[in-house]
């Protein structure tokens, strides 16, 4: 009797192992409910939780810069010279060269005469005392326009002789070197310039011819 419990004993375990085998056996890949690593909660292609809100990307760069606008200036035209030149000359003046003169009937003024004097300079040589060291005696040398420096326009009404108007420099006119003189009437007028040792610029212009 041993030996048939024995044997059904044995029998029954190897029932058991041949159930659990056929119970451990892998489902046929064809298994639409399988999908290999994830479960299908963890990976579901339209999960949203719904923490991002859709957004325009944004611009690339592009690999050009741009230049800089550049603006013209404004051409402004120059401003041209409402008068007419009448006389534009350098003249040098000296005992050899004293005078000369100019008629002109003024019809529409005004008159400007405009001139620079350059006059002769003479250096002088002035003895003094210095104010340093030992007070030697010292020779300063000085540079100055010359007394016979001198220059004179005169205009004037030509049949009467009646100055109308003068200026210059030198004798009683000053030591500015550069002046205008301005006539503003009508008139016939005999311009004199006179002079001595100077150099002298002078442009005169009037109102229209």
């Not at 350098?90 to 003024?106: G, Q, V």
Request: aromatic residues 10%; hydrophobic residues 35%; proline residues 8%.
């Amino acid at each position: 009797m041993s030996k048939v419990y024995k044997s059904l004993f044995a029998a029954a375990v190897m029932i058991l192992v041949l159930a659990s085998a056929g119970c451990a056996e892998m489902p046929a890949a064809s298994d639409p409910g399988w999908s290999g690593d994830l479960s299908p909660e963890e990976g579901g292609e339209d999960d949203d939780p719904g923490y991002l809100t859709p957004a325009t990307p944004y611009p690339t760069a592009t690999n050009g810069m741009a230049g800089p606008t550049l603006s013209r200036p404004t051409e402004v035209p120059p401003t041209q010279d409402p008068y007419v030149t009448l006389f534009n000359k350098t003249i040098e003046f000296s005992p050899a060269h004293l005078r000369d003169a100019y008629s002109f009937n003024l019809t529409a003024p005004p008159l400007i005469i405009d001139f620079d004097v350059e006059p002769k300079m003479v250096t002088r040589e002035k003895y003094t005392t210095s104010d340093y060291g030992k007070k030697k005696d010292i020779v300063v040398k000085q540079e100055y326009p010359s007394e016979d420096s001198w220059f004179t326009v005169t205009v004037r009404e030509r049949e009467s002789g009646e100055i109308v108007a003068e200026d210059g420099f030198g004798k009683g006119f000053g030591t500015a070197t550069d002046k205008r003189i301005f006539v503003g009437k009508f008139g016939d007028y005999l311009i004199e310039l006179s002079g001595n040792e100077a150099k002298v610029h002078i442009k005169m212009r009037a109102g229209g011819i």
